[in-house]
């Protein structure tokens, strides 16, 4: 019998290691392109937002269905892993985005009182930045509404205190 891939948690460590490569490659591909691209649009950060808000709605009502508050129906486990996927894919690219963002930020921030473009692109960053940073947050609690609560991991204190 083969042992079963157990899906681990989310760690922070890989999320911030991502966001800081993703830092280095969009100050550099800023750098290379900034004259030539058009200003950045405002939606491509504002969609992620909308992604965040969504997840966070989805980990609620889906928390609610695992404790089977006032009577919820149970959730069939293929979802839960589904959502479990989708969530770790949200925080690991919403990551990803963050650092792009911050390194157009990093960029595009000191020459937005010389150049009209770079603080119209700056503020874009800015909003890009907040909701790429909410899709973090909403795939690590869509992750954390997916634990069981008979899951020995959702107690994180030490075995000591319990």
Known sequence: MTPQPSISRTRPRDLLAVGLAAVLVGNLVIRLFYSSIPSLPLAAGVVLGVLG???LVGGYVLRGRIERRRGAPPVDPLLAARAVIVAKASAVAGSFVTGLWAGVLTYTLPLAGDVTAAAGDSVTAGIGLVCALL??????????CCRTPDDPDTDDRPERLR
């Open 53 to 55: 808000i969504a997840e």
């Open 135 to 144: 899709l973090v947050g909403a795939g690590l609690w869509l992750e954390y």
